[in-house]
């Protein structure tokens, strides 16, 4: 029974080493993708592109973690150990933030929050350096008994990563119940055509799931693996974490890079090299300057804008 748990974890091990690696690649191919074509990068997506940095250092700095030539050497393992607790930090902060101008958008429809830019950076690169002195200040990175890079003792991993974490996931949690009220109401009033029904529901579940893993709610499944220790609970839970948590830069690439408009923007770039590709570019910038979010007026062009 106990080889057969330890097989178990091996192949969840191996999933999560294969996600991670597409997170990787995902959120790079949205920095580049979103740094080359200005002008489909709102402020929305600015605050993503940061998020997305945080996914491929810290996620990079996960993986390395564990190489036992790393592990070996305590100059190089503490400073990954830093890298990781950091931008791990950072990636929370900045689902916050995201969640935050979410909720300032759709839910208050504040013109203004983009003038909050400045004190997202202040919080999101400041606050896990207290946290980062703090826990250096105690000598608490270097080797785990897990024989990788990170912070030692299990003390200070639940006060310096576990507390801040939980708090911001269930702030997050909260932003979201708000968000997805206000989005649903918006939505259910907005004018349909015949047969737009199943349609209208398509894109109000993908808005939903697209905002979820944008503000990283799968990390709930971790802290109720912790928070819920039985048995079959835990197992459950823990299948959701290995699988959901590490697939944040897939996802995010699939909900804002897999679309006409960015295809489109792509296709435009290689058609000056390869002109047929240009043709392309025009046929899926016509389809998606016709439909979509922009389609809609009012609240619901809104609730589009905070999406894309």
């Given at each position: 029974m106990?080889?057969a748990?330890?097989?178990v974890?091996?192949?969840?091990?191996?999933i999560t080493?294969?996600?991670?690696?597409?997170?990787?690649?995902?959120?790079?191919?949205?920095?580049v993708?979103?740094?080359i074509f200005?002008?489909?990068?709102?402020?929305?997506?600015?605050?993503?592109m940061?998020?997305c940095v945080?996914?491929?250092i810290?996620?990079?700095s996960?993986?390395?973690?564990f190489?036992p030539?790393?592990v070996q050497?305590d100059?190089?393992?503490?400073?990954?150990?830093?890298?990781?607790?950091?931008?791990?930090?950072a990636?929370?902060?900045?689902?916050?933030c995201i969640?935050?101008?979410?909720?300032?958008?759709?839910?208050?429809?504040?013109?203004?929050h983009?003038l909050l830019e400045?004190w997202?950076h202040?919080a999101c690169?400041?606050?896990p350096c207290?946290?980062?002195?703090?826990?250096?200040?105690?000598k608490?990175y270097?080797?785990?008994?897990?024989g990788?890079?990170?912070?030692?003792t299990?003390?200070?991993?639940?006060?310096c990563f576990?507390?801040?974490?939980?708090?911001?996931i269930?702030?997050?949690?909260?932003l979201f119940?708000f968000?997805?009220?206000?989005i649903h109401?918006?939505?259910?009033?907005?004018?349909?055509a015949?047969?737009e029904?199943l349609?209208?529901?398509?894109?109000?579940?993908?808005?939903y799931?697209?905002i979820?893993v944008?503000?990283?709610?799968?990390w709930?499944f971790g802290y109720?693996?912790?928070?819920?220790?039985f048995p079959?609970?835990?197992?459950?839970?823990f299948?959701?974490?290995?699988?959901?948590?590490?697939?944040?830069?897939?996802?995010i690439f699939?909900f804002?890079?897999?679309?006409?408009?960015?295809a489109?923007?792509?296709?435009?770039?290689?058609?000056k090299?390869?002109p047929p590709?240009?043709?392309?570019?025009?046929?899926?910038t016509?389809?998606?300057?016709t439909?979509?979010?922009?389609?809609?007026?009012?609240?619901?062009?809104?609730?589009g804008r905070?999406?894309?």
């Amino acid at each position: 029974m106990v080889a057969a748990n330890e097989t178990v974890v091996s192949i969840f091990e191996y999933i999560t080493l294969v996600l991670m690696i597409l997170s990787i690649i995902g959120a790079f191919c949205v920095i580049v993708t979103f740094a080359i074509f200005s002008k489909i990068r709102t402020y929305p997506i600015k605050l993503i592109m940061y998020l997305c940095v945080c996914i491929v250092i810290g996620f990079t700095s996960f993986l390395v973690a564990f190489e036992p030539w790393l592990v070996q050497n305590d100059g190089p393992c503490i400073v990954i150990a830093i890298f990781v607790h950091y931008y791990f930090l950072a990636n929370f902060l900045w689902t916050f933030c995201i969640a935050f101008n979410f909720y300032q958008m759709i839910v208050r429809r504040n013109r203004e929050h983009q003038l909050l830019e400045k004190w997202y950076h202040l919080a999101c690169w400041g606050i896990p350096c207290i946290f980062v002195i703090f826990t250096g200040a105690f000598k608490q990175y270097g080797e785990t008994n897990g024989g990788a890079c990170y912070i030692k003792t299990a003390l200070a991993r639940f006060i310096c990563f576990f507390i801040p974490g939980l708090i911001i996931i269930s702030s997050n949690a909260i932003l979201f119940f708000f968000i997805g009220r206000e989005i649903h109401e918006t939505l259910s009033t907005a004018p349909k055509a015949d047969g737009e029904s199943l349609s209208q529901k398509k894109k109000e579940f993908r808005v939903y799931l697209s905002i979820f893993v944008s503000i990283g709610l799968s990390w709930i499944f971790g802290y109720l693996m912790f928070l819920l220790p039985f048995p079959i609970v835990s197992d459950i839970f823990f299948i959701l974490f290995s699988i959901f948590t590490p697939m944040q830069g897939i996802l995010i690439f699939v909900f804002y890079l897999v679309n006409p408009k960015v295809a489109g923007m792509w296709a435009g770039l290689f058609g000056k090299v390869f002109p047929p590709c240009q043709k392309l570019a025009d046929r899926w910038t016509d389809g998606s300057s016709t439909g979509g979010s922009g389609s809609r007026s009012g609240s619901s062009s809104q609730i589009g804008r905070a999406h894309v």
